[in-house]
């Protein structure tokens, strides 16, 4: 049961260069999710979808683009990477129902991160 | 003012101990509530709803006080396998943040 899969796990890239982060989920859900995690400043919403077709800014959606290909992918773009970039990539999705089974819980499961560096 | 607000901690407690975590929001129309815990370097994952009437989920127990608008969670028994960061999270109807609000999380450091 693969659930949320991202990749890559780890990045380093230089400033100015262009990379794409994959996610993919198996669980038929809806929603999908795109955050950063810094320290101190814990998880902010970068993008979200949903629902497919459909994209909406987050917190802090500035040099980043989203694409949600189908229902069960959703890929992050930073199209000129900054230093200020650096951090975890997390993806996550959000179903109807939760592992508990009670609907509409709005239970996140995430993906295992993606480790940006930018020099 | 961030909308959920957590004391970032560390707590450090020993083994068999019983600690309490708040979290406080500011928005009164937040809906749901949910704890969260994170191991070093891994991701997030669901802890337990908070239901208004309150739940407990083995040594786990969280409460939701909306009058002052503050949820809890009160861990009994530590144990060294709950040494992690625990995110308080809200849920709000509408909004551009695609519903869920995220606290920057309480470290926990349970010791032997």
């Known amino acids: 049961n693969a659930g949320v899969t991202q990749t890559p796990k780890f990045q380093v890239l230089k400033t100015g260069q262009s990379m794409t982060l994959q996610c993919a989920q198996d669980?038929?859900?809806?929603?999908m999710y795109w955050y950063r995690q810094d320290p101190g400043m814990g998880l902010r919403l970068i993008y979200y979808?949903?629902?497919?077709?459909?994209?909406d800014k987050g917190e802090v959606p500035n040099g980043y683009n989203v694409s949600r290909l189908n229902k069960r992918e959703f890929s992050l773009r930073l199209e000129s990477a900054a230093p200020s970039q650096t951090s975890v990539y997390f993806c996550?999705?959000?179903?109807?129902?939760?592992?508990?089974?009670?609907?509409?819980?709005?239970?996140?499961?995430f993906g295992e991160g993606s480790r940006l560096t930018v020099l | 003012r961030k909308e959920v607000e957590q004391d970032p901690g560390p707590f450090n407690v020993p083994e068999g101990a019983t600690v309490a975590f708040n979290c406080t929001y500011s928005?009164?129309?937040?809906?749901?509530f949910f704890w969260y815990r994170q191991d070093c370097r891994k991701e997030p994952k669901l802890l337990m709803s908070?239901?208004?009437s309150g739940n407990e989920d083995g040594r786990f127990t969280a409460q939701l006080n909306r009058a002052s608008q503050y949820i809890s969670l009160l861990i009994r028994d530590s144990k060294l396998s709950d040494s992690a960061t625990y995110l308080c999270?809200?849920?709000?109807?509408?909004?551009?943040?695609?519903?869920?609000?995220f606290g920057k999380g309480t470290k926990l450091s349970v010791k032997p």
């Open positions: 996550a999705s959000r179903g109807l129902t939760g592992t508990s089974g009670r609907r509409n819980t709005g239970e996140l499961f």
């Open positions: 669980m038929n859900h809806n929603s």
């Open positions: 979808s949903a629902s497919e077709g459909t994209t």
């Open positions: 928005n009164s129309a937040s809906q749901s």
């Open positions: 908070v239901y208004s």
């Open positions: 999270v809200g849920r709000n109807y509408g909004g551009s943040q695609g519903n869920l609000i």
